[in-house]
């Protein structure tokens, strides 16, 4: 997102880091090309609640006329982005998958409709806010330094009326699905929750995370915060592999933008082929833990 | 216990839906439905309402007139009374215009407790409610999976990729539900007899004190420039597995440098 935005704006981009202990970050910001970071360090920012980071960028959006903010998609982004939608009356464009300079004027596209129509959106006035799809831009690291000014937060009543009271969160070896660069996604073709070991085992061999479409996670074998498609999560990984799933359109609109798909289902009709890039008719119980030892020895040597 | 329960009234997915080219808006002619997200936000209401022993669900939603149909379902599960903001300067709204509209008649209303549904099927948008409690001033959670009301304060559990969060705020507050909270009641035959009889207030923009400037287009802060077709996929391979497949995409993937 950095980097995007660092070739959108000539360089003139600067990084906010919101959080608890988050101070570290600063230096990577600089590398991926912000000029500029803004670091508010607090306790009160410690929990993923939107409203207290509303406040920040609130505040940082009008000392510093900063004329668009970018954000990369997950629950908390567009919570936040829409809060300070409303406190700023400034427009907001959500599920972006491109982002350009036209004209003179950004230009955001947005797929529609379940992706059967792409429109391209704008703004009327600034400050502009937009909510990418992850997975949308490359990074790139130009190891530039970045110029880092603390922030002291003032907070709003309201937004500190909200707190976290309790968060479970069991360790996981692998990126979350909305950051991971792979994703090996299961459907109903793996036949049980046991079988959902086969696609951890290929994640974890492939370095990603692992997703889960509607209709497992409603039969309870996989979390809801992994689901996949229109009432799950919209992903666009470098490369997802889909292990027995049909790809309706339910789970189709969540991950076609991702840059490689390949597929694996035993039904030769299933829709997942038409939008596949490698789809391989078979019974996945054999080919995903050969796949596995294949690209851990792969990895290995 | 007031519970106001935001609605939409959007096209019927099983059927086409088109874009108009002209306005490039989203042809709403055909029959409404209500979105499926906002009918388990409906459901929840009802059950609080219930498990408090009374008080009262108001359906609150921006639409044409014709909205009433589409609201009528919500009432015949359960829900007292309807509050439409109907307006043809409402036409075009984006979040800015909406929530701002919103906003204004939930002030006017003063619920202890506003729901959401957590997306719309239409703008696949997640956004409103943040927005509207922004402009409410009141605390918000979204994405809650399962709702409790005790003391003056609402508690929301939710899923969370490794885990889940419990998160606490006073009344008043804006909550958004997800789908896998409830199962929705089906309206009973009494519930739809009385539905006919129950209030549906129409206001008008101005009667809520909203500004011409801030309602629809002019109020809106996005526009639409363009539609276009979505880019068609590059070529696809399709291999039935010989005993080879695992290689095969082993192949594929090197040759991608994906792996």
Avoid at chain 1, 186 to 201: D, K
Avoid at chain 2, 22 to 48: C, I, M, P, W, Y
Avoid at chain 2, 209 to 235: M, W
Wanted: hydrophobic share 45%.
């Amino acid at each position: 997102m950095l980097s995007k935005a660092a070739a959108l704006a000539d360089g003139a981009v600067a990084a906010a880091i919101l959080g608890s202990g988050v101070r570290d970050l600063a230096a990577r910001a600089g590398s991926f090309g912000a000029r500029r970071v803004f670091v508010a360090d607090d306790p009160r920012l410690e929990a993923p609640l939107p409203q207290p980071r509303v406040d920040v960028l609130a505040a940082l959006v009008r000392e510093h006329g900063v004329g668009t903010v970018l954000f990369g998609q997950s629950v908390l982004a567009a919570d936040i982005a829409a809060g300070l939608s409303a406190r700023l009356d400034a427009g907001l464009n959500w599920d972006l998958t491109d982002l350009r300079s036209e004209d003179g004027r950004l230009v955001g596209r947005r797929p529609a409709l379940a992706d059967s129509v792409y429109a391209e959106v704008g703004w009327r006035s600034e400050p502009r806010l937009a909510i990418v799809r992850s997975g949308t831009f490359e990074p790139s690291e130009t190891g530039g330094e970045a110029e880092v000014t603390e922030v002291t937060p003032q907070f709003e009543d309201f937004s500190l009326a909200a707190t976290m009271v309790e968060q479970a969160h069991e360790e996981s070896g692998g990126p979350s699905i909305e950051d991971a660069d792979v994703i090996v996604a299961g459907g109903r073709g793996l036949g049980g929750p046991e079988n959902f070991t086969l696609v951890e085992e290929l994640a974890k061999a492939l370095g990603g995370a692992v997703g889960a479409t509607r209709a497992v996670v409603d039969a309870g074998w996989y979390p809801y915060a992994t689901q996949v498609g229109q009432t799950g999560k919209t992903v666009a990984p470098k490369l997802y592999v889909a292990c027995g799933i049909s790809g309706a359109i339910q789970h189709k609109v969540g991950m076609q933008s991702s840059s490689v798909i390949v597929a694996i289902n035993k039904d030769p009709n299933a829709p997942i082929f038409e939008y596949s890039d490698l789809g391989v008719v078979g019974d996945l119980h054999e080919i995903l833990p050969k796949l596995t030892e294949l690209v851990r020895a792969r990895k290995s040597g | 216990m007031k519970i106001a329960v935001c609605v939409k009234q959007v096209p019927d997915a099983a059927a086409p839906r088109r874009l108009d080219p002209q306005t490039k808006r989203l042809d709403r002619s055909g029959e409404g439905v209500l979105n499926a997200f906002d009918v388990h936000a409906v459901e929840e209401a009802l059950r609080l309402k219930e498990a408090a022993g009374g008080g009262e669900v108001l359906l609150v939603t921006m639409a044409p007139e014709r909205a009433q149909d589409t609201l009528r379902k919500a009432l015949a599960m359960g829900a007292d009374r309807a509050l439409l903001i109907s307006d043809e300067a409402a036409a075009g709204s984006d979040l800015v215009a909406t929530s701002y509209a919103l906003a204004k008649a939930l002030e006017r209303e003063q619920p202890d407790l506003v729901l959401f549904g957590q997306q719309a099927s239409d703008s696949d948008g997640a956004v409103l409610w943040a927005a509207v409690a922004d402009r409410l001033r009141l605390p918000t959670i979204s994405q809650v999976a399962e709702l409790s009301l005790a003391e003056g304060r609402v508690r929301g559990k939710r899923q969370t990729e490794f885990g889940y969060d419990v998160i606490e705020a006073p009344l008043p507050a804006v909550v958004a539900v997800s789908d896998a909270i409830n199962e929705p009641r089906y309206p009973s035959l009494k519930g739809i007899m009385s539905a006919k009889s129950k209030p549906q207030e129409l206001v008008s923009l101005t009667a809520l004190g909203v500004e011409p400037d801030r309602a629809g287009d002019q109020g809106s802060r996005t526009e639409v420039y363009a539609l276009g077709d979505p880019p068609a996929r590059g070529d696809s391979q399709k291999i039935s597995d010989d005993g080879s497949g695992a290689e095969q995409i082993v192949a594929f993937l090197v040759e991608r440098r994906l792996v």
